[in-house]
């Protein structure tokens, strides 16, 4: 399989994580000159969601959190890579899975959460290095970044 001109999938959450993760994928990017996807994942489950919202909200919801990443991400930036903007309903991990079908690279932010959380629910990062039908690339979060996570 060839990835020449195949695109870098990215994982966004809103995250300074995700956002570190948007960066490094960018310059990767615009390096190989290949496009970019910025993909957000989300969820809307009426029986279960405490917030009154709708799913057409949330898909907007979810399309504002990609576009403020990617503005914030292409800020002082003389090149950029083609970039395409997704935002799709499902699993984060699972969305990211059928997402990288075909892509030069995944690329994750690593998982951020308290270990009970991680054994609990699981970890996106480790599903799609486990999963993923491309090369995952995961960037580590620094302390900087840790601090928005709960």
């Known amino acids: 399989m060839t990835t020449e001109n195949a695109p870098i999938v990215v994982g966004v959450d809103g995250t300074s994580a995700s956002g570190q993760a ?6 990767e990017a615009t390096v190989r ?9 989300w969820t809307f489950e009426p029986m279960v969601d405490w917030n009154e919202t709708s799913a057409q909200e949330r898909m907007r919801q979810s ?4 576009d403020s990443a990617v503005k914030a ?34 690329v ?16 996106t990062s480790m599903h799609c290095v ?3 039908s491309a090369p995952v690339v995961v960037i580590p979060v620094n302390e900087h970044s840790a601090s928005d996570e709960t």
Not at 33 to 41: E, F, I, K, S, W
Request: negative net charge; glycine residues 6%; charged residues 25%.
């Open 33 to 41: 000159n290949c496009p970019l996807h910025v993909v957000h994942a």
């Open 130 to 132: 486990r999963h993923s």
């Open 22 to 27: 948007l960066r490094w994928a960018m310059d």
């Open 108 to 123: 994750v932010a690593s998982h951020t959460g308290h270990r009970l959380r991680q054994i609990v629910m699981g970890s």
């Open 73 to 106: 991400a292409l800020e002082g930036r003389p090149q950029q890579p083609e970039i395409e903007r997704l935002s799709l309903r499902g699993d984060a991990a699972e969305v990211l899975e059928e997402a990288s079908k075909g892509a030069a690279l995944l």
């Open 63 to 66: 399309e504002a959190l990609v």
